[in-house]
């Protein structure tokens, strides 16, 4: 296990910055399991960092590594400088950004849906929440808007479990442009909070289109969808939470008819 240098502690300590983070093409991931999922997709790691104190704890978990991979062993004074976590697990990724995908690439012939569309999502925690449902329920892959948080935020990363390993996503998109070419190949489902038809199974060319949880979707946008979906409230309360929302839109999205007609 090696020793940092003061200039990769720098970098290492700066990848909280989305700037840091465009500019260098690397991330940070923290947790076992966040861990395990990046070393268990197709993304690259530059290196594996653990927490001297607890390097006993990840030993056996190490030797199962590439002898390629660097390890470094950090104080706990170092650690401090990358992670605000005030329990830290001891183990954290720098992982090595991909290409980014183009829009060709979700929607590729033959590929299979849905596709999960999302507009200006600003709260990590929820983004995160989204990829993680995402990947559960069967998504093909996630486009995000412009106005919307990195999706390499650690703590997008760390909502997520790992999942943003594993769903395929381009970002920074314009939705306005973007729409009517998903529209080509896709059913485009927009989340209403006021109007449309109640949620219900769909094929897998459908795309499922949702807005932040603090102002939904425009009205520029709900006109370019091919259906709108609203969930009626039976009991009480303001609101549900957006990840709440598009849970139930996600699963009714990807049941399939035959279920749903054998329900009581």
Same mark, same amino acid.
């Given at each position: =296990?090696?020793?940092?240098?003061?200039?990769?502690?720098? $970098?290492?300590?700066?990848?909280?910055?989305?700037? %840091?983070?465009?500019?260098?093409?690397?991330?940070?991931?923290?947790?076992?399991? !966040?861990?395990? +999922? $990046?070393?268990?997709?197709? &993304?690259?790691?530059?290196? $594996?960092?653990? $927490?001297?104190?607890?390097?006993?704890? &990840?030993?056996?978990?190490?030797?199962?590594?590439?002898?390629?991979?660097?390890?470094?062993?950090? @104080?706990?004074?170092?650690?401090?400088? *990358?992670?605000?976590?005030?329990?830290?697990?001891?183990? #954290?990724? !720098?992982?090595?950004?991909?290409?980014?995908?183009?829009?060709?690439?979700?929607?590729?012939?033959?590929?299979?849906?849905? #596709? *999960?569309?999302?507009?200006?999502?600003?709260?990590?925690?929820?983004?995160?929440?989204?990829?993680? @449902?995402?990947?559960?329920?069967? /998504? +093909?892959?996630?486009?995000?808007?412009?106005?919307?948080?990195?999706?390499?935020?650690?703590? !997008?990363?760390?909502? +997520? =479990?790992?999942?943003? /390993?594993? !769903?395929?996503? *381009?970002?920074?998109?314009?939705?306005?442009?973007?729409?009517?070419?998903?529209?080509?190949?896709?059913?485009?489902?927009?989340?209403?909070?006021? %109007?449309? %038809?109640?949620?219900?199974?769909?094929?897998?060319?459908?795309?499922?289109? #949702?807005?932040?949880?603090?102002?939904?979707?425009?009205?520029?946008?709900?006109?370019? @969808?091919?259906?709108?979906?609203?969930?009626?409230?039976?009991?009480v309360g303001e609101s549900l939470s957006l990840p709440q929302a598009a849970a139930i839109l996600m699963y009714e999205?990807?049941?399939?008819?035959?279920?749903?007609? +054998?329900?009581?």
């Open positions: =296990m090696q020793n940092p240098s003061k200039a990769q502690l720098r $970098l290492w300590s700066r990848l909280d910055k989305v700037k %840091t983070r465009e500019e260098t093409g690397l991330f940070l991931a923290e947790g076992f399991k !966040v861990v395990q +999922a $990046l070393l268990e997709s197709r &993304w690259d790691v530059q290196a $594996l960092l653990i $927490l001297e104190e607890k390097k006993d704890r &990840w030993a056996a978990f190490c030797e199962t590594l590439p002898v390629s991979l660097p390890l470094y062993g950090l @104080t706990r004074k170092e650690w401090k400088g *990358l992670t605000q976590d005030v329990s830290p697990e001891g183990i #954290l990724a !720098v992982g090595i950004t991909p290409p980014r995908l183009q829009l060709a690439d979700l929607m590729a012939k033959g590929a299979r849906g849905p #596709l *999960l569309l999302l507009h200006e999502i600003n709260n990590p925690g929820n983004l995160g929440t989204l990829v993680r @449902t995402a990947l559960w329920f069967g /998504f +093909a892959g996630v486009v995000l808007s412009q106005g919307s948080v990195d999706p390499l935020n650690p703590k !997008v990363i760390r909502a +997520a =479990m790992g999942s943003i /390993f594993h !769903v395929p996503f *381009l970002f920074g998109a314009d939705l306005s442009k973007v729409l009517p070419r998903v529209k080509e190949n896709f059913h485009v489902v927009g989340s209403s909070v006021r %109007t449309g %038809t109640l949620p219900h199974a769909c094929g897998e060319k459908t795309a499922l289109l #949702l807005g932040s949880e603090s102002h939904g979707l425009p009205e520029t946008l709900l006109k370019l @969808t091919d259906e709108q979906w609203h969930i009626p409230r039976r009991g999205c990807v049941r399939s008819a035959p279920s749903r007609a +054998a329900r009581p």
